[in-house]
């Protein structure tokens, strides 16, 4: 029912920034949690930023005041800019949304960010 397709990643410097974005479609939903997932090669995957229907956001302490997530004024999109980058932020980064009232999960297919100088 929803499609999620991840743009923006790309190799970056220490200290460079990139911003990631993720367009859904397929459907036109109400009440729904949106966030950026990474995976880092030999990590677990882990939670990077979520935003919820009604505005709340859930940053991993790792990326406080470093990343931000936000939603575009047509609410068919997700963004996460990305500061500061360091290299342990090097990842495969998918964009994740949770239907609230069917609990129906979607995945993007991943986009990569590489940190290295």
């Known amino acids: 029912q929803v499609q999620l397709v991840e743009s923006g990643g790309g190799l970056v410097q220490p200290g460079g920034s990139l911003r990631l974005s993720c367009a859904a479609s397929?459907?036109?939903?109400?009440?729904?949690?949106m966030g950026w997932y990474r995976q880092a090669p030999g990590k677990q995957r882990e939670l990077v930023a979520r935003?919820?229907?009604?505005?709340?956001?859930n940053y991993a302490d790792a990326v406080k005041g470093r990343f931000a997530i936000s939603r575009d004024n047509t609410k068919n999109t997700v963004t996460l800019q990305m500061n500061s980058l360091k290299p342990e932020d090097t990842a495969v980064y998918y964009c994740n949304l949770v239907e609230l009232t069917t609990r129906k999960e979607y995945w993007g297919q991943g986009t990569q960010v590489t940190v290295s100088s």
């Open positions: 397929g459907s036109i939903f109400n009440s729904f949690r």
């Open positions: 935003l919820s229907s009604g505005g709340s956001t």
